[in-house]
């Protein structure tokens, strides 16, 4: 199992991101992709949601309601996540994650 995500990012204050993450080694839509984050800091990890490639099926946890979109290209094995509306305290890195496997973390700068 692998997953593989896109580059770092560096964004302005009120601006969007997307992050892709690829799959490869496994069945893409026999489990779901989970989005967590980290925090410049390290003090632990935030779930931010998960999406189910079967069917696109989403769950975002409840912190971020529409500021957080989680899209699936199963043509590619590839999910993605889309976050509006950034500001400074979205500075982290950004990993996706099946139950298996991680990716290697997408670092998101904010800065003005």
């Known amino acids: 199992d692998q997953l593989v995500q896109s580059g770092p990012e560096v964004r302005t204050p009120g601006s969007s991101v997307k992050i892709s993450c690829k799959a490869s080694g496994y069945v893409f839509n026999s489990e779901y992709i989970h989005w967590v984050r980290q925090f410049p800091d390290q003090q632990g990890l935030e779930w931010m949601g998960?999406?189910?490639?079967?069917?696109?099926?989403?769950k975002y946890a409840p912190k971020f309601g529409a500021g957080v979109t989680f899209t699936v290209e199963t043509s590619t094995s590839t999910v993605y996540m889309e976050i509006h509306g950034l500001s400074a305290e979205d500075a982290a890195v950004y990993y996706c994650?099946?139950?298996?496997?991680w990716g290697r973390g997408t670092r998101v700068t904010v800065s003005s």
């Open positions: 994650a099946t139950l298996i496997t």
């Open positions: 998960r999406i189910d490639p079967e069917d696109a099926d989403t």
